[in-house]
């Protein structure tokens, strides 16, 4: 009986082990290797998928276009199409501790906003707008919305997730 104790025990302490090792590389990483910074990761997605017409996003424009607190922003880094016939966009955003649902909400609001302006007028920048994503990791918030053309959407979308992801360990 005893040696039954001991062996549930053992089962017990490794499945605990086994849990935790599980939780911990579960492959959302969500801290940046050493040395990137949101720039890198902005800049190597513009070298990687064509934008149109990019302008850098600033102070005024995350304040006024995509409805961010600056107060919530530790650092940001993006560029935006700025022209009337293109939702490109690839913002990222560092929230200030315990804020990134209200960053995240901010950044689904400017795609919302892109979908309803694109809505009845140029179809391409419609889908391409409605297949965006707001991708999350840790305190990192990235607002993409591009592709080159209408029928490699997904695949450019995929191929920016992946840029992301290659950045953080």
Do not use: H
């Not at 490794?14 to 939780?23: H, P, Q, S, V």
């Not at 707001?134 to 990235?142: K, Q």
């Not at 080159?148 to 840029?163: F, G």
Request: glycine share 4%.
């Amino acid at each position: 009986m005893k040696r039954l104790y001991k062996l549930f025990a053992f089962c017990l302490i490794i499945g605990a082990c086994l849990f935790c090792f599980c939780a911990c590389t579960n492959g959302d990483s969500t801290t940046l290797k050493k040395g990137v910074t949101l720039s890198d990761i902005v800049d190597e997605i513009q070298v990687q998928i064509s934008l149109q017409m990019p302008e850098p996003v600033n102070d005024a424009t995350l304040v006024d276009l995509y409805y961010m607190d600056m107060n919530n922003v530790e650092t940001y880094a993006g560029v935006a199409a700025m022209t009337i016939t293109s939702c490109d966009t690839v913002v990222a955003v560092k929230a200030v501790p315990g804020k990134i649902d209200t960053v995240v909400s901010a950044l689904k609001q400017r795609q919302q906003d892109l979908i309803d302006s694109f809505a009845q007028y140029l179809p391409e920048q419609y889908q391409k707008a409605q297949a965006g994503s707001v991708i999350v990791r840790g305190d990192y918030a990235f607002l993409i919305i591009l592709g080159e053309a209408e029928d490699t959407i997904n695949e450019d979308m995929q191929k920016a997730e992946d840029i992301i992801n290659s950045y953080f360990q």
